[in-house]
């Protein structure tokens, strides 16, 4: 079945860096665009990063751009998010999720890894 | 930015009742590209819809999406236990995602 299981959460003081992993299994992991989606304390989901099955297509909202980088190894079966330049407000659960094909929505998704920013 | 807005932002029912969720964007979506998930406390969101209609795998047939251009609506008839929840619609649009705030349906 598939899984993703996200790791690399902790607490970090502003302007620090942070890498998250996520490890996919049970699907052709190569196949598929993925995703990293984050929700804050309390709050709603925010779309933070997403990149093409072949990693040759990346996009970001402008809260993070500039930031933050999405990267994956296929060989792996990895996805990974490189946090910089960290703010208070980066505070949440970050979700790797998989992209459906045709229709742009977010079928899977791992069960999240706590980030806190805070000096 | 397409912003999507929700409402109401929490519907209390009662089990067995029929719950109608709305969700407007600020700019037309393709109907391809609208989904909605369910997300209870501590849990990941899961997909319930996707395409504005389509029902995810193993989703009961209770779940309705309906819609076009900037109004959708996702109709629960007769609401289980299980559904007491928050949900969230989404859209793509111009290499760009984004959530609605969320509609949360308690128990009345």
């Known amino acids: 079945q598939v899984q993703l299981v996200e790791s690399g959460g902790g607490l970090v003081k502003p302007g620090g860096s942070l890498r998250l992993s996520c490890a996919a299994s049970?699907?052709?992991?190569?196949?598929?665009?993925m995703n990293w989606i984050r929700q804050a304390p309390g709050k709603g989901l925010e779309w933070v990063a997403y990149?093409?099955?072949?990693?040759?297509?990346?996009f970001y909202p402008d809260s993070v751009r500039g930031r933050f980088t999405i990267s994956r190894d296929n060989a792996k079966n990895s996805l990974f998010l490189q946090m910089d330049s960290l703010r208070v407000e980066d505070t949440a659960v970050y979700y790797c999720?998989?992209?459906?094909?045709?229709?742009?929505?977010?079928?899977?998704w791992g069960q999240g890894t706590l980030v806190t920013v805070s000096s | 930015e397409n912003v999507l807005t929700q409402s109401p932002g929490t519907l209390s029912l009662s089990p067995g009742e029929r719950a109608t969720l709305s969700c407007r964007a600020s700019?037309?979506?393709?109907?391809?590209?609208l989904a909605w998930y369910q997300q209870k406390p501590g849990q990941a969101p899961r997909l319930l819809i996707y395409?504005?209609?389509n029902r995810a795998p193993g989703i009961p047939d209770r779940f309705n999406g309906s819609g076009s251009g900037t109004d959708f609506t996702l109709t629960i008839s007769g609401l289980e236990p299980e559904d007491f929840a928050v949900y969230y619609c989404?859209?793509?649009?111009?290499?760009?995602?984004?959530f609605g705030p969320g509609t949360k349906v308690d128990i009345k």
């Open positions: 999720a998989r992209r459906t094909g045709s229709n742009r929505a977010f079928d899977y």
């Open positions: 049970g699907f052709t992991f190569s196949d598929f665009y």
């Open positions: 990149i093409s099955n072949t990693g040759s297509t990346i």
């Open positions: 700019q037309s979506v393709s109907s391809s590209y």
């Open positions: 395409g504005t209609s």
């Open positions: 989404q859209q793509y649009g111009s290499s760009s995602f984004t």
